[in-house]
């Protein structure tokens, strides 16, 4: 029997004496509590969970237990350490607080436990341990206590970061399912195969899909369970930070998706957590998603709120993360979110606007960009949500960017139309533009444009062969030109053939084949040139950073544009959708002077018919005659 368990069985009134008093080795002061209770416990996961205690020179004390379950009628800990007897380490009510708290003497990092709730119902529930730092390997669902060891070596990437400005930087973001990049590989073995292929590719960032535990694989992590561990799959926290380190140490940035929309309705995770509707709403209405079969936060309680924004800070301050990107902020946002009439209740003011998710939504960015300068907090948001990148003091949400969802929507939309048809179709690939300042965008083609029988982006184009890879690699030099910050799924950079699947993963194959390293040499010349060109960057966020040179050639499936950097240094990007080439296009040109050809996706060794310019002699008039290549996106530049 643990030190304090007899002590606290049937204690009565001395339930409402103070922790100190009662656990010497108690994680919560009253401070804490206080924090706790009113939602703004910004480091919470060193207050509950699973805190291992040492005394001055090192030694093991044990660890210390507690958890939020305010309407439970006992809580016990149960683990290797007790043979899971919900009879032997009966944990303590600390006053009004909700909170639940045990020591025990000799435990250490590596103890699997739950906590064991007996809720108001008097129904015992095994839970996992919603603050857990580490897990089991599912389909085990256990939690582990954890003590980092870890010494990090990214001290001057850091220092870097906080002076970092991604609105007006390069961001080019390599999206990653760390499962099935290359199927088996852990967190160490990714240390070296990923960050060097990365570093090969030219990426500025990488963005994984939800690292955060969940038991279900074929989710890709977005029904999380567990929202401060990193999953168990590929190894353990410290080993998840040798691999955030090493991309660090390369010069890449690593975001990360995080999902507060919802979480899974399993027994043993936060569903009725204390035999109440704890973390979730209790009616359907506003506690259940009907398109996921997943629950939704309580939002406006403080402990959920402070829950979630402090799994936003766990990440940033304990991993290290340079960015967050928020999924599926648009089924936050609407409380008619997927549902018909009467299925759905209106705020206080009788709209469909979510005003709970807003001020959560809104803590979490200020908070995070206050806490950690230089980072990214990214919205992936659907709708035409006003203010999305807008700052908190005007009523904006607070996010550095958002997902360009109309940008990806169309683009993909026009190539998918024969060239002939094309010009009946021009708006789409000029009508991003016209919002294109609207929000801080992000273009995105990412995972979910190459599931669901949506087949590969190769596939989606009319056309042979050779001008299916032809029209990608368009695409691609079309994007890395477009105002808005660039974003890749895995497997896109060479063209894979067939939907992703997450079982089987890449067909690394391919790239022993010429017409698919033809295509991954594009996009990696695309990452050089676009990080040394300010051009395509600096201005990003303001108009004044493009210029239309040809927006309304329809018929020629021609797009021509200039972008400019802050001192007033142009490059031109010009873009042919047709198959046919024009050999002597009139091409308006920003200033006189000598233009040189600095990119081709026609060439040759990508894989294109090679026909290119020579350095292109503008005079006065500022037009001149080019070569566009079929097919192909060519940037120029002032010698």
């Given at each position: 029997?643990g030190?304090?368990?007899?002590?606290?069985?049937?204690?009565?009134?001395?339930?409402?004496?103070?922790?100190?008093?009662?656990?010497?080795?108690?994680?919560l002061?009253?401070?804490?509590?206080?924090?706790?209770?009113?939602?703004?416990?910004?480091?919470l996961?060193?207050?509950?969970?699973a805190?291992?205690?040492?005394?001055?020179?090192?030694?093991?004390?044990?660890?210390?237990?507690?958890?939020?379950a305010p309407?439970?009628?006992?809580?016990?800990?149960?683990?290797d350490?007790?043979?899971?007897?919900?009879n032997?380490?009966?944990?303590?009510?600390?006053g009004?607080?909700?909170?639940?708290?045990?020591?025990?003497?000799d435990?250490?990092?590596?103890?699997?436990?739950?906590?064991?709730?007996?809720?108001?119902?008097?129904?015992?529930?095994?839970?996992a341990d919603?603050?857990?730092?580490?897990?089991?390997?599912?389909?085990?669902?256990?939690?582990?206590v954890?003590?980092?060891?870890?010494?990090?070596?990214?001290?001057?990437?850091?220092?870097?970061?906080?002076?970092?400005?991604p609105w007006?930087s390069?961001?080019?973001?390599?999206?990653?399912?760390?499962?099935?990049?290359k199927?088996?590989?852990?967190?160490?073995?990714?240390?070296?195969?990923?960050?060097d292929y990365?570093?090969?590719?030219g990426?500025?960032?990488?963005?994984?899909?939800?690292?955060?535990?969940?038991?279900?694989?074929?989710?890709?992590?977005?029904q999380?369970?567990s929202?401060?561990?990193?999953t168990?799959?590929?190894?353990?926290?410290?080993?998840f930070?040798?691999?955030?380190?090493?991309?660090?140490?390369?010069?890449?940035?690593v975001?990360?998706?995080?999902?507060?929309?919802?979480?899974?309705?399993?027994?043993?995770?936060?569903?009725?957590?204390?035999?109440?509707?704890?973390?979730?709403?209790?009616?359907?209405?506003?506690?259940e998603?009907?398109?996921?079969?997943?629950?939704?936060?309580?939002?406006?309680?403080n402990?959920v709120?402070?829950?979630?924004v402090?799994?936003?800070?766990?990440?940033?301050?304990?991993?290290?993360?340079?960015?967050?990107?928020?999924?599926?902020?648009?089924?936050?946002?609407?409380?008619?979110?997927?549902r018909?009439?009467?299925?759905?209740?209106p705020?206080?003011?009788g709209?469909r606007?979510?005003?709970?998710?807003?001020q959560?939504?809104?803590?979490?960015?200020s908070?995070?960009?206050?806490?950690?300068?230089?980072?990214?907090?990214?919205?992936?948001?659907?709708?035409?949500?006003?203010?999305?990148?807008?700052?908190?003091?005007g009523?904006?949400?607070?996010?550095?960017?958002?997902?360009?969802?109309?940008?990806?929507h169309?683009?993909?939309q026009?190539?998918?139309?024969?060239?002939?048809?094309?010009?009946?179709?021009?708006?789409?690939?000029?009508?991003?533009i016209?919002?294109?300042?609207?929000?801080?965008f992000?273009?995105?083609l990412?995972?979910?444009e190459v599931v669901h029988?949506?087949?590969?982006?190769?596939?989606?184009?009319?056309g042979?062969?050779?001008?299916?890879?032809a029209t990608?690699?368009a695409?691609?030099?079309?994007?890395?030109?477009?105002?808005?910050?660039k974003?890749?799924?895995?497997?896109?950079?060479?063209a894979?053939?067939d939907?992703?699947?997450?079982?089987?993963?890449?067909?690394w194959?391919?790239t022993?084949?010429?017409?698919?390293?033809?295509v991954?040499?594009?996009?990696?010349e695309?990452?050089?040139?676009?990080?040394?060109t300010?051009?395509?960057?600096?201005?990003?966020?303001n108009?004044?950073?493009?210029t239309?040179?040809?927006g309304?050639?329809?018929?020629?499936?021609?797009?021509?544009?200039?972008?400019?950097?802050?001192?007033?240094?142009?490059?031109?990007s010009?873009?042919?959708?047709s198959?046919?080439?024009?050999?002597?296009?009139?091409?308006?040109f920003?200033?006189?002077?000598?233009?040189?050809?600095?990119?081709?996706?026609?060439?040759?060794?990508?894989?294109?018919?090679?026909?290119?310019n020579?350095?292109?002699?503008?005079?006065?008039?500022?037009?001149?005659?080019?070569?566009?290549?079929?097919l192909a996106?060519?940037?120029?530049?002032?010698?």
């Amino acid at each position: 029997m643990g030190v304090f368990s007899k002590f606290f069985k049937g204690q009565g009134e001395n339930n409402h004496q103070p922790a100190s008093f009662l656990n010497p080795h108690s994680s919560l002061g009253e401070l804490d509590l206080y924090l706790i209770a009113e939602g703004r416990h910004e480091q919470l996961w060193k207050a509950l969970g699973a805190q291992v205690k040492r005394d001055a020179s090192g030694a093991l004390l044990g660890t210390a237990f507690s958890v939020w379950a305010p309407n439970a009628q006992a809580v016990s800990l149960i683990g290797d350490h007790n043979y899971w007897d919900r009879n032997s380490h009966q944990m303590h009510r600390i006053g009004s607080s909700g909170i639940w708290e045990i020591f025990v003497a000799d435990i250490c990092a590596g103890t699997k436990y739950k906590f064991a709730v007996c809720g108001i119902d008097g129904r015992w529930v095994d839970h996992a341990d919603p603050m857990a730092r580490a897990t089991e390997i599912p389909p085990l669902t256990a939690s582990v206590v954890e003590e980092s060891q870890y010494q990090w070596n990214d001290g001057s990437w850091i220092e870097q970061r906080s002076q970092f400005q991604p609105w007006r930087s390069a961001v080019s973001v390599y999206e990653v399912h760390l499962g099935s990049w290359k199927i088996g590989l852990n967190y160490k073995e990714l240390a070296t195969e990923l960050v060097d292929y990365i570093q090969q590719q030219g990426f500025t960032h990488v963005e994984f899909l939800p690292v955060t535990e969940h038991p279900y694989g074929p989710s890709w992590g977005y029904q999380v369970t567990s929202f401060f561990a990193p999953t168990s799959r590929f190894g353990s926290p410290d080993e998840f930070k040798f691999l955030v380190d090493a991309l660090h140490n390369a010069g890449i940035g690593v975001i990360l998706d995080w999902v507060p929309a919802h979480f899974p309705k399993d027994e043993w995770a936060l569903a009725k957590f204390d035999g109440t509707a704890l973390y979730e709403h209790a009616d359907p209405r506003l506690g259940e998603h009907p398109d996921w079969g997943t629950l939704i936060f309580n939002f406006g309680r403080n402990e959920v709120r402070n829950f979630l924004v402090a799994s936003a800070l766990y990440w940033l301050t304990e991993f290290h993360i340079d960015g967050l990107r928020v999924d599926a902020v648009a089924s936050m946002l609407y409380l008619d979110y997927s549902r018909e009439e009467g299925e759905w209740l209106p705020n206080k003011h009788g709209g469909r606007e979510n005003l709970e998710a807003v001020q959560l939504l809104q803590e979490a960015t200020s908070t995070a960009y206050k806490t950690h300068p230089g980072i990214m907090m990214i919205a992936e948001e659907s709708t035409a949500w006003s203010g999305v990148t807008g700052d908190t003091s005007g009523g904006g949400l607070g996010f550095g960017f958002k997902w360009n969802m109309g940008w990806m929507h169309d683009t993909l939309q026009y190539l998918s139309h024969e060239p002939i048809h094309r010009v009946y179709h021009h708006n789409e690939i000029t009508f991003s533009i016209l919002y294109a300042w609207s929000e801080n965008f992000m273009l995105p083609l990412s995972h979910d444009e190459v599931v669901h029988g949506k087949g590969q982006l190769v596939n989606k184009f009319p056309g042979d062969r050779w001008q299916k890879l032809a029209t990608l690699r368009a695409l691609y030099g079309f994007m890395w030109a477009h105002p808005g910050k660039k974003l890749l799924f895995m497997g896109s950079e060479f063209a894979q053939n067939d939907e992703w699947n997450e079982s089987v993963g890449l067909q690394w194959y391919l790239t022993e084949y010429a017409e698919h390293q033809g295509v991954q040499k594009a996009v990696a010349e695309l990452n050089t040139i676009y990080k040394s060109t300010p051009a395509l960057w600096e201005k990003d966020t303001n108009p004044e950073g493009f210029t239309w040179l040809v927006g309304n050639d329809g018929a020629a499936n021609v797009v021509a544009f200039a972008r400019w950097d802050d001192y007033a240094s142009a490059l031109v990007s010009v873009t042919n959708f047709s198959p046919v080439p024009h050999e002597s296009y009139q091409l308006p040109f920003p200033n006189a002077g000598v233009w040189t050809e600095i990119l081709n996706t026609d060439e040759l060794s990508f894989g294109g018919s090679g026909v290119s310019n020579e350095p292109v002699i503008v005079g006065a008039s500022q037009i001149a005659s080019v070569r566009v290549p079929p097919l192909a996106t060519i940037w120029f530049k002032r010698s």
